[in-house]
């Protein structure tokens, strides 16, 4: 069964470093989300990307972020100068338009926790 | 603004029994679609059922049951016979109508309800 995963699963960093999180999404789907969720709080919507632009962002998502989607499979959040509140799970998830049993289906993949020191 | 309300931070349900999660939410949209996640210890994210605003009949998986009251925007799920699997957090999640090329919307969740399955 196709799945979403990221990579890495955990990751440390200091305070204002650069971090780069990476996501396959499934094969054949053709939108991409990005979510985190807070320890102990409700998962928040980042961005979404469409035909290789950006087509929601919420206010939490500000200059600091960018996602990419560099090649014809993976698709990338990168924060730019980390901050103690952006620790967090990250969330991937995609999902494709014409397959029955997934329209409107969001598959998420198992998130990368990160930790900034 | 849609917002989705979890009233039951935490619930516990005996092991074979039936146990109901609420979940109401606020639009002014007709046609929308609501979730319930899952999300076990690992953090995983799992579908658990899905609603589409425009159906009248309950969605149902299995053991999974929802009850959707549209006019009282509410959407509560039921679990019957529940298992030790079962044990989890569990989102109630609202998503705008399929913008046609664009977008097909953001989730937009509650803050989740703990159940703890007991043996």
């Known amino acids: 069964e196709p799945e979403v995963t990221q990579t890495p699963s955990h990751q440390v960093t200091q305070m204002g470093q650069e971090v780069i999180l990476r996501c396959v999404p499934i094969s054949n789907h053709l939108y991409f989300y990005w979510y985190r969720q807070i320890l102990g709080q409700k998962v928040e919507f980042l961005v979404s990307?469409?035909?290789?632009?950006?087509?929601?962002k919420s206010e939490i998502f500000d200059d600091q972020f960018s996602v990419e989607r560099p090649d014809g499979s993976n698709f990338t959040l990168k924060i730019r100068s980390t901050k103690l509140e952006d620790s967090a799970m990250y969330f991937c998830?995609?999902?494709?338009?014409?397959?029955?049993?997934?329209?409107?289906?969001?598959?998420f993949g198992p998130g990368t926790r990160l930790t900034v020191l | 603004a849609q917002t989705v309300t979890q009233s039951q931070p935490e619930m516990s349900v005996q092991e074979a029994e039936t146990v109901t999660l609420s979940c109401t939410y606020d639009?002014?949209?007709?046609?929308?679609?609501l979730f319930w996640y899952k999300q076990p210890p690992s953090r995983q994210m799992i579908l658990v059922i899905r609603?589409?605003?425009?159906?009248?009949q309950n969605a149902t998986e299995n053991r999974f049951s929802v009850n959707f009251q549209k006019a009282a925007k509410s959407f509560s799920l039921k679990i019957s016979d529940s298992q030790l699997g079962d044990t989890a957090m569990y989102f109630c999640a609202f998503m705008p109508t399929l913008n046609y090329g664009g977008s097909q919307g953001n989730l937009i969740f509650g803050k989740g309800t703990k159940l703890s399955v007991k043996p």
């Open positions: 998830a995609s999902s494709g338009l014409g397959v029955r049993s997934s329209y409107n289906e969001q598959f």
């Open positions: 609603q589409e605003a425009y159906k009248q």
């Open positions: 990307f469409y035909n290789n632009e950006i087509s929601e």
């Open positions: 639009t002014s949209e007709n046609n929308y679609y």
